[in-house]
């Protein structure tokens, strides 16, 4: 299906899923120029006349998110590993600079965590896609989806634990 052929269908999923598809491709890539060429090329896909998304197959959401994610693994394998975005200007005060700290540790860890335990992570938590449909996204099972997340999260766990000290380790 082609939405090119009707501008205010384009329009109106561009306002609805641009967002979305940014901070996931963001988060993915750790790149602000990259997410957006990857926002760009999702729905410049759209355009295409030999364009592959099928509404009877999945939503427009799940596509776009399939194509953001291909998108962002093809730059970030492009340039060889991924790059940390560059700290942000934090205001002086103390408890800003804290948080912007701990902000950046946390994406560290989140960057850190192998490939498909990232993009699972990602998905669930920052975009809140349901299981379901990651697993359509990435094109495997749910189960899988569901271990991934569970490593991903005892990953975070370890990799974040001197940040919460007061966290009761599990014998």
Not at 38 to 62: G, M, N, W
Not at 83 to 98: D, G, M, V
Not at 116 to 143: D, F, K, M, N, S
Not at 145 to 155: F, Y
Request: aromatic share 6%; hydrophobic share 40%.
């Amino acid at each position: 299906m082609n939405l090119g052929s009707n501008e205010m269908d384009l329009l109106q999923a561009f306002d609805e899923h641009h967002r979305p598809v940014f901070r996931f491709a963001y988060r993915l890539t750790g790149s602000v120029a990259d997410a957006e060429d990857v926002v760009q090329a999702c729905f410049l896909e759209l355009l295409r006349p030999d364009c592959s998304y099928d509404p009877e197959r999945a939503p427009l959401r799940t596509w776009l998110f399939g194509v953001a994610r291909n998108q962002s693994l093809k730059r970030i394998r492009q340039r060889g590993s991924a790059i940390l975005s560059e700290s942000s200007n934090a205001p002086t005060p103390e408890n800003e600079i804290l948080r912007g700290e701990l902000e950046r540790v946390v994406q560290q860890a989140v960057m850190s965590l192998p490939e498909q335990q990232r993009e699972v992570l990602i998905l669930a938590h920052y975009e809140q896609v349901p299981l379901v449909e990651i697993a359509t996204i990435l094109g495997t099972e749910v189960g899988a989806v569901k271990s991934r997340l569970q490593r991903a999260r005892g990953n975070l766990r370890e990799a974040l634990a001197a940040y919460a000290p007061k966290v009761e380790q599990k014998p």
